[in-house]
């Protein structure tokens, strides 16, 4: 039987597709659920349309959440809790505690959508939550206290720049992103821009970090009015001391994942 498929289905399909599936699958769980429709002519518009709004939401979702993200970039938490003689931790800092904590810092942050390191069954609940619906989830996840390496990258106007020396100046933001011009590098980066002065006010700088040519980034940072550095990671030495490289992306090979990190000395 086919049917079109009114959400992503893991291992099946994603929002739009037309898919072949058993009957018994489709009469017994796709179609009961909503997840899917017959593909008649008349259903393929109604997903169609369907498919249109949800993404127009999603965009403007997304847009938000980076907002947010690229001004959480900046912010230390520290939750107080009791040890033993032995440094044995007594009590756990949980999700709440942290919304808690951002809440009161103006950050208003549903702790559902909250994935604290080490927790594995958020992590499974938030894989699959990001599978249906990935722009929905804000997964947050950090090496807390790892020493961030030392680099020295040429950057967008051919100058050299340490890593060392920029966080003499205060903390930095390491944006690492997939590519210059797509849609969703250009979005993050725009969002970075426009909320610049309130991440200096924390005495905060961002830097870019992908594998594109610095000829590429010019280009791009000045279509973009991108005043922050961009740094070419040519030769990929530094997302893979980062471990932020994504082995293959629509035959990309071994470019740079979509990660942040806060290095700070």
Request: glycine share 8%.
């Amino acid at each position: 039987m086919e049917v079109i498929l009114r959400d992503h289905v893991e291992k099946l399909g994603r929002r739009g597709e037309i898919v072949k599936v058993s009957d018994g699958y489709a009469r017994n769980y796709l179609l009961p659920r909503k997840l899917a429709l017959l593909a008649t002519e008349g259903n393929k518009k109604h997903v169609e349309r369907e498919r249109k709004i949800m993404e127009s939401r999603e965009a403007d979702e997304k847009s938000g959440a980076e907002a947010i993200a690229a001004r959480l970039a900046s912010i230390d938490i520290t939750i107080a809790r009791r040890v033993g003689d032995t440094e044995q931790l007594y009590g756990s800092v949980t999700a709440a505690d942290i919304t808690d904590y951002l809440k009161g810092k103006g950050f208003e942050i549903d702790r559902r959508k909250l994935i604290l390191p080490g927790d594995r069954a958020a992590e499974g609940e938030g894989r699959q939550r990001g599978r249906r619906d990935a722009r929905r989830l804000i997964d947050v996840a950090a090496d807390v206290g790892a020493k961030a390496p030392d680099f020295t990258l040429t950057n967008q106007d051919r100058t050299p720049v340490t890593l060392g020396e920029e966080l003499k100046k205060g903390p930095v933001v390491l944006a690492f992103f997939p590519a210059a011009f797509s849609g969703t590098c250009t979005k993050e980066m725009c969002t970075f821009r426009d909320t610049m002065s309130e991440l200096n006010r924390l005495s905060a700088n961002v830097i870019g970090v992908s594998t594109d040519t610095f000829f590429a980034l010019k280009a791009w940072a000045d279509a973009q009015r991108l005043e922050f550095p961009l740094l070419s990671d040519y030769n990929k030495t530094v997302i893979r001391q980062y471990g932020v490289v994504n082995p293959d992306m629509i035959g990309l090979k071994d470019i740079a994942k979509r990660a942040k990190a806060l290095a700070k000395l």
